[in-house]
T-cell receptor
């Protein structure tokens, strides 16, 4: 089955700097890679996702890149702000012969943005 | 927030007692999920449902059962709660999901239930 590894587990940056979180997956059949942001005491919320037919997707200050050959994908946050402080989760799901599997989540990265 | 509510939001119970958590959605989405979230483990799938009366196990299903008698409600039951089941439980919904050939699916989460088993 799928296994998703996420690094680093904690990340501290200065306001205005960039932050990068990386995930690797094991199943070459994986074809959908969402990223969730979870603020303290709140629910995880989808912030961006990428599908296997594209290599990069951008939405304002956040972007996700996918390298299918290396089986890794990354979240990039530019010009970080204190409100970006949260736990970020990556996830992956594979398609087996036309049947979509369940989402498998990484263990999360706690991002702290210092003013 | 995608019309998902969970009840109760907090519960403290004793070891050995039965506990039922409820997830309610107003989006008419076909798929519903129960996850548990523990420090250092991220989100792990307990059970999911792909329609009324249609459910299947996730990766950590031991000690849990589920039921879905209506599209809008998905119940998670701990038949005899143990301290290892102390966790935050999240429900999620999606329009499409496992077992379909449709495009990959976005999941939307409820507010969570914090369960403490003493």
């Amino acid at each position: 089955g799928e296994n998703v590894e996420q690094h680093p587990s904690t990340l501290s940056v200065q306001e205005g700097d960039s932050a990068v979180i990386k995930c690797t997956y094991s199943d070459s059949a994986s074809n959908y890679f969402p990223w969730y942001k979870q603020e303290l005491g709140k629910r995880p919320q989808l912030i961006i996702d990428i599908r296997s037919n594209v290599g990069e997707k951008k939405d304002q200050r956040i972007a996700v890149t996918l390298n299918k050959t290396a089986k890794h994908f990354s979240l990039h946050i530019t010009e970080t702000q204190p409100e970006d402080s949260a736990v970020y989760f990556c996830a992956a799901t594979a398609n087996y012969g036309g049947s979509q599997g369940n989402l498998i989540f990484g263990k999360g990265t706690k991002l702290s943005v210092k003013p | 927030d995608a019309g998902i509510t969970q009840s109760p939001r907090h519960k403290v119970t004793e070891t050995g007692t039965p506990v039922t958590l409820r997830c309610h959605q107003t989006e008419n989405h076909r798929y519903m999920y129960w996850y548990r979230q523990d420090p250092g483990h991220g989100l792990r799938l307990i059970h999911y449902s792909y329609g009324v009366k249609d459910t299947d196990k996730g990766e950590v299903s031991d000690g849990y059962s589920v039921s879905r008698s209506k599209t809008e409600d998905f119940l998670l039951t701990l038949e005899s709660a143990t301290s290892s089941q102390t966790s935050v439980y999240f429900c999620a919904i999606s329009e499409s999901g496992p077992g379909t050939g449709r495009r990959p699916y976005e999941q939307y989460f409820g507010p969570g239930t914090r369960l403490t088993v003493t």
